[in-house]
């Protein structure tokens, strides 16, 4: 049985409701038979639920870009596990570079979020990655280890199972650069290798690591091509229907 194959995007902070609903249904209206691909949608927060409701009965599932990990309590402008629960979101996206670098999460932080999201039943899509500086030193295989055992502390392998692991290289996102199939892979199969060591084999080989970064229609075949690439974490190519489904729809 081959690993699970997923197409996330994320919508980040675009999209007015109008605009919302018209790109999901556009993706819906275009999705035909995919197989057992699947595909996750991630908009603000404000659509959530409206895109649960739309997307139902479909392959396409609903997540948070981002949660807090108290249950409740004053934590003005955050979203408990337990909201997005009710929401109908079946996946939180946890420790994007823009969380930890512009909103300075900590890998602290990360392990809290993945916690309640398990606790919750959430299904957690955890990103790691480095910065341009790192990748110039060499330090990439550094920074993803210490990312991967500070998010996962205490994480039993059981849990495993429900999470997926995006690589998306800091210097990559929305600068129009993108690893070469090659360089990604390399990293995806040192990660692959890392989870091994942490939970063993069984488990490392079973998670989706799915690559993001400048994700587009023309270089999505080289990357989905590689052995260690299950799917995409995709930025601004998903937010027209079209350009994402050209990726989804990938041979």
């Known amino acids: 049985m081959g690993r699970r194959e997923i197409f996330a995007g994320n919508w980040k902070m675009y ?3 109008d605009e919302a609903v018209e790109l999901a249904k556009g993706i819906l209206a275009g999705l035909g038979n995919i197989g057992k691909r699947e595909v996750i949608l991630f908009p603000p927060a404000v659509h959530a639920r409206e895109l649960c409701v739309l997307c139902a009965g479909s392959p396409v599932k609903t997540g948070f870009q981002n949660m807090y990990h108290e249950k409740e309590g004053a934590f003005t402008g955050e979203h408990s596990p337990a909201m997005v629960k009710d929401s109908g979101c079946a996946y939180v996206l946890i420790g994007h570079s823009e969380r930890r670098h512009i909103f300075k999460e900590t890998d602290s932080d990360i392990n809290k979020k993945i916690e309640a999201a398990l ?3 959430i299904g957690p899509v955890v990103c790691v990655g480095e910065l341009l500086e790192e990748r110039e030193k060499g330090l990439t295989g550094d920074v993803i280890k210490r990312q991967i055992e500070g998010a996962f ?3 039993g392998s059981g849990s495993m199972n429900e999470v997926i692991i995006a690589y998306e290289p800091v210097w990559a996102i929305g600068t129009g650069k993108v690893a070469t199939p090659e360089l990604a892979e390399d990293v995806h199969r040192e990660l692959r290798g890392l989870i091994g060591i942490l939970y063993g084999s069984s488990v490392a080989e079973k998670i989706p690591l799915l690559y993001g970064g400048s994700v587009k229609p023309d270089n999505i075949a080289g990357l989905f091509a590689k052995d260690n690439i299950d799917g995409v974490l ?8 079209d350009s994402f489904l050209n990726i989804i729809h990938v041979k």
């Open 15 to 17: 999209k007015t409701r």
């Open 119 to 121: 606790a919750h039943g």
């Open 153 to 155: 502390k205490n994480i």
């Open 234 to 241: 995709v930025g601004g190519a998903c937010l027209k229907a």
